[in-house]
């Protein structure tokens, strides 16, 4: 995979991706009619973002409430171990945590930023006893209390 610069992409491209953020389940024929590009020339060119590495996969995205993970948990995590050995645990540890989303290493103040949902309390206290395996300095914890925003849609 090559890494694209986003000047790179010419019209058709940033309209062709604005569209699959929108509803990246439609047909390569719907999508040509809605770029205004025959279907083989479509398909050429979604081969070639995805082997560019623009396009990195095609999901159905969930919605969490529906299916009992309403709560939703910002973990600020800090170490006093910053060495290889203990980054690569803590990567496996929250690996294997199915309610971890996101896992971000950061600067600043905090050293990790956690995103992950769970359905209760008590499911957040079950995904704590796991984090905190991983022998965790300090651990804060930011509960969601309305999502005013969420998007996965990336500024073209």
Do not use: C, G, P, W
């Given at each position: 995979?090559?890494?694209?610069?986003?000047?790179?992409l010419d019209r058709q491209d940033i309209v062709m991706l604005r569209i699959?953020?929108?509803d990246a389940s439609l047909s390569v024929g719907e999508?040509?009619?809605q770029v205004g590009m025959s279907k083989s020339a479509c398909w050429r060119?979604?081969?070639?973002?995805e082997k560019e590495g623009v396009i990195k996969g095609r999901v159905a995205l969930l919605d969490?409430?529906?299916?009992?993970?309403?709560?939703?948990?910002?973990?600020?995590v800090r170490t006093n171990q910053h060495n290889d050995e203990w980054a690569a645990k803590f990567q496996r540890a929250t690996e294997q945590i199915p309610g971890v989303l996101e896992v971000y290493r950061m600067s600043g103040d905090l050293d990790?930023?956690?995103?992950?949902?769970?359905a209760d309390m008590p499911g957040y206290d079950r995904l704590y006893k796991q984090l905190i395996k991983a022998d965790i300095?300090?651990?804060?914890?930011s509960?969601?209390?309305?999502?005013?925003?969420?998007?996965t849609c990336l500024p073209l």
């Open positions: 995979m090559t890494t694209m610069n986003r000047d790179a699959l953020q929108q999508l040509a009619d060119r979604l081969q070639k973002l969490a409430n529906t299916l009992d993970l309403s709560l939703t948990v910002y973990i600020s990790y930023l956690i995103k992950a949902v769970v300095y300090d651990v804060s914890s509960f969601v209390m309305e999502t005013m925003k969420h998007t």
